[in-house]
């Protein structure tokens, strides 16, 4: 059984992520790999993403779509993960074990997002 609060601790935790892309977006922009295109506006995108993602999850009507998006998100983010554990300068000051540990949290996160589709 899926706990309805867990659904808007999910939802408040990406309006939080997304909205930090906007204050601080030179992390965010330091994790992108520089092989994608246009770092800051990936940055937007996603921030932006997350927020909208978010709102929606806290709507009944719209949840399994948001919960659908943020799995899209989170698969399209992860080459970021990646990059961020294999790079040292992109690393944000965290130590190689927690980059680590992030690449499979995020199928975790996926996992979480599955249980609202």
Not at 70 to 93: E, R, S, T
């Amino acid at each position: 059984m899926v706990l309805p609060y867990s659904l808007y601790l999910m939802a408040f935790l990406y309006i939080l992520a997304g909205i930090n892309h906007f204050r601080v977006p030179r992390l965010y922009v330091k994790m992108i790999p520089p092989a994608l295109p246009a770092p800051k506006t990936i940055n937007i995108v996603s921030g932006a993403a997350e927020i909208i993602l978010g709102v929606l999850l806290c709507v009944p009507q719209l949840s399994s779509f948001a919960a659908w998006g943020i799995i899209i998100l989170l698969i399209a983010v992860f080459p970021a993960n990646v990059y961020m554990y294999i790079n040292d300068n992109a690393a944000l000051g965290l130590p190689k074990w927690v980059r680590l540990l992030r690449l499979p949290i995020q199928l975790l996160l996926v996992y979480w997002a599955y249980l609202y589709t």
